[in-house]
């Protein structure tokens, strides 16, 4: 019946993406309508069979206690007068058929159903024959969709074209308005798949808190243009912010989102995204601007392009370009809390190309630096040009392995050194051994050649050059044993590497995008303590360690992983980053790592660097979790490093007070120089058609100010999404916020 598809798309009014997205928090292991009493039991008579198979126009079958048959086909029912046709009902105290006809007249306590929708009304008038009809004052429930309203007048014109008057719609149970949509009326037309709403409201709790006097939506999942669900905060960088999306479905394949922003300290902020796609590209362009800022004097702005095209047989071209007015600028006006941290934008044009074996790719490569304590001497080259290419021979058995790490990379900056960096690195190893055991000798050679072309100081060498053998012997055993019953099994896993690189001199060489990273359990199996080619660090050195798992048998989940390792060195480590003197120290720091999960529920991480000659820990961190469920989580967490005086605790959670309410929080407090660099807290209240979030966070910025701000997100669930979108950012601050392998 043609009816009860204009109730249903009346419903889908604001529930159709991107109109209004219903985005329920932590979509995954959520049951949104987990709070909600039971539907009430359906108007509609317990029988509802389907339609009959094969059959295109299934015959209209009437009943009732009482029928009188008139001629030509006219009956008049009473008494528990039912119509039904295929999966479709009519019942009502009374009933005037007309077989020939078609037309079918019902009276009292009036009720339909079909397989997504229940009716019920006073009085109704529909033709069978050509799927057009008249309801008064209709109740309709949407089971499915867990929705119910009224319509006082629903009309089908034919099979495409309905109107609806004076609706009302709600996800709420029986006796509840919390939230209501209500519009004076509606159009719908199928055939085009599209409806036209005027006077459309939503109330909560009885206030109005969205109006529009005129608003076009899709009937299906086809895109629409119109208005996006607004964002609202408050922070004290920005005063009172506020943003209205307007969605614009230009073409199938690109669209784009009018995002103006009020911003009531700064002024006006013009935004918008552009997306696209065709078969082998796709893109999206973003772009923000505020015409004069009233706190900082001046026009600032944001621009961001990416694009990707794959091409045939392998190839693939990637583009991005962004760029920023100034470096306060995510500081001050930053829309979502992640990009507050962002310190470079990316600017690069890549042509790659790959296979099993082998892979290549070329760039143009620079950044934008947008933090403000980085010194334009240490802004990152720009790579104008760079060529990568990677080989490595198919893996055989009881066969040596070969490979070939390739680059040539033209590095520029203003006022610095550049120059044009050739490195070659071939390798080639054989690797004995068995499921017990292995031992893998490698050998590889490293060529890298400078032509130092810009920005040459006097005297200076324009070439220079460094060829360093590299040898390696990597050795391990596997042994295991079952524990207990047999129920979990224990493995014990001793590892010897021996590296040997000669010193080669490399003072002379400048730095273009090396750097030595924190040591680290990896590095004791590196054969370079460096990260790129400026620096190949010398060695005669011996790394062992020892690892040890307990496994459960049944499901092969890693109860525990305790890993425990030191390098012993043979001589002295003169090749150094600038200004740093060589090492001569005989051991290194001792690293080890735990990782134990309880059961299901208690988790609890690690590591320690300790110094063996000062008899001090460098490095360390201990963290545990409790995750009993979805939503419930509590973590502590403390990070000490030595060397950079840094001592920090970390505490976040999110946990539910009643059924109803739940809270979260985190707290990252500096011991060191007894400062809090972030805390937030904030409430949850969740009932079954609606959640209301609120957030109260502050914060350091990388200029040390402390900024507060405040988030608000309402979700009337099935409909819309208003407020500042909060989910990212709590997933981001609290560890295992939405876990999804955990149950609602």
């Known amino acids: 019946m043609y009816c009860s598809r204009a109730l249903l798309f009346a419903a889908t009014l604001l529930v159709t993406p991107p109109l209004f997205a219903d985005t329920p928090p932590g979509t995954i292991g959520y049951n949104q309508w987990g709070l909600c009493p039971p539907l009430p039991p359906s108007p509609a008579p317990a029988h509802n069979p389907a339609p009959q198979a094969g059959t295109a126009s299934p015959p209209t079958r009437v009943s009732a206690d009482e029928l009188d048959g008139y001629t030509h086909g006219l009956s008049l029912l009473s008494g528990n007068a039912q119509a039904q046709q295929g999966g479709q009902w009519l019942r009502a105290d009374r009933m005037r058929y007309d077989a020939a ?23 109704a008038d529909y033709n069978f024959n050509n799927a057009s009809g008249v309801f008064e004052y209709a109740e309709f429930w949407l089971p499915e969709r867990h929705g119910r309203g009224t319509a006082k007048l629903l009309r089908a014109l034919d099979k495409n074209h309905s109107l609806l008057s004076d609706v009302r719609y709600t996800t ?58 607004p964002s609202f905060g408050y922070s004290t960088f920005t005063g009172t912010d506020l943003s209205t999306p307007y969605y614009l479905n230009l073409a199938p394949n690109y669209d784009a989102t009018l995002a103006p922003r009020i911003i009531t300290k700064r002024g006006v902020d013009l935004g918008g995204e552009l997306r696209y796609l065709s078969a082998a590209s796709r893109g999206q362009i973003d772009l923000s601007y505020l015409p004069h800022d009233k706190l900082a004097g001046r026009e600032r702005g944001w621009l961001s392009f990416n694009n990707n095209t794959a091409f045939v047989s392998g190839w693939n071209f990637n583009t991005a370009y962004n760029w920023v007015s100034d470096n306060l600028y995510f500081q001050d006006l930053g829309d979502s809390l992640a990009t507050i941290a962002t310190t470079t934008q990316e600017r690069h044009l890549q042509l790659s190309y790959g296979q099993r074996d082998w892979s290549f790719l070329t760039q143009v490569q620079e950044w934008q630096v947008v933090d403000p304590s980085i010194l334009p001497s240490q802004y990152p080259y720009k790579r104008l040009p760079q060529a990568l290419f990677t080989w490595q021979s198919a893996a055989s058995a009881g066969g040596p392995q070969y490979g070939l790490n390739a680059e040539a990379v033209q ?77 979990y099994e224990q493995t014990l896993e001793p590892r010897l590497f021996y590296l040997y690189v000669p010193n080669r001199d490399q003072s002379q060489i400048p730095i273009f995008d090396t750097v030595q990273p924190d040591f680290s359990f990896l590095q004791l199996f590196s054969d370079n303590r460096f990260y790129g080619a400026d620096r190949q660090g010398d060695a005669n050195q011996l790394s062992y360690a020892l690892t040890s798992r307990l496994l459960d048998t049944a499901s092969g989940t890693e109860l525990l992983e305790a890993d ?151 979700q009337l669930k099935g409909l819309a999404t208003l407020g500042r979108h909060l989910d990212d950012f709590l997933q981001n601050g609290i560890l295992g916020y939405s876990d999804p392998s955990q149950p609602y």
């Not at 078609?102 to 009276?107: L, Q, R």
């Not at 070659?424 to 000798?441: E, M, Q, R, V």
């Open 564 to 714: 425990i390792g030191q390098i012993r060195y043979f001589r002295d480590r003169y090749v150094q980053l600038p200004g740093v003197a060589p090492q001569t120290n005989l051991f290194s720091d001792i690293v080890a790592e735990l990782t134990l999960n309880f059961d299901d529920d208690w988790s609890t991480s690690y590591g320690q660097q300790w110094n063996p000659a000062t008899r001090q820990t460098d490095l360390g961190s201990v963290g545990v979790q409790y995750h009993p469920g979805y939503r419930q989580v509590v973590n502590l967490a403390y990070r000490y490093n030595r060397n950079l005086a840094l001592r920090q605790t970390d505490l976040s959670f999110a946990w539910p007070l009643t059924s109803h309410w739940s809270m979260v929080g985190r707290w990252n407090y500096d011991i060191q120089n007894h400062v809090t660099l972030e805390n937030f807290a904030g409430f949850e209240y969740d009932s079954c058609c609606w959640t209301f979030q609120v957030v109260h966070r502050r914060f350091i910025t990388q200029t040390g100010q402390a900024n507060t701000a405040i988030f608000f997100q309402l």
């Open 172 to 229: 709420c149970p029986v006796g509840h308005r919390d939230w209501m949509l209500n519009a004076r009326d509606l159009e719908l037309d199928q055939s085009t798949s599209t409806g036209v709403g005027h006077d459309v409201t939503i109330d909560f709790f009885g206030v109005p808190i969205f109006w529009t006097p005129y608003i076009n939506f899709p009937l299906n999942d086809d895109r629409k243009s119109g208005f996006l669900a």
């Open 101 to 123: 006809s078609g037309d079918t007249h019902a009276v009292g306590d009036v009720r339909y159903s079909s397989s997504n929708i229940a009716l019920r009304g006073r009085q």
């Open 411 to 487: 590095f520029q900056q203003d006022a610095r050194i550049g120059a044009l960096r050739t490195d070659l690195k071939p390798s080639a190893s054989y690797t004995f051994g068995d499921s017990g055991f292995y031992f893998t000798p490698t050998t590889a050679l490293r060529i890298t050649a400078y032509d130092l072309n810009q920005n040459l100081p006097s005297g200076m060498n324009a070439r220079l050059s460094r060829v360093t053998p590299i040898v390696s012997l990597d050795s391990g055993l596997f042994l295991d044993r079952a524990v207990g019953d047999g129920s």
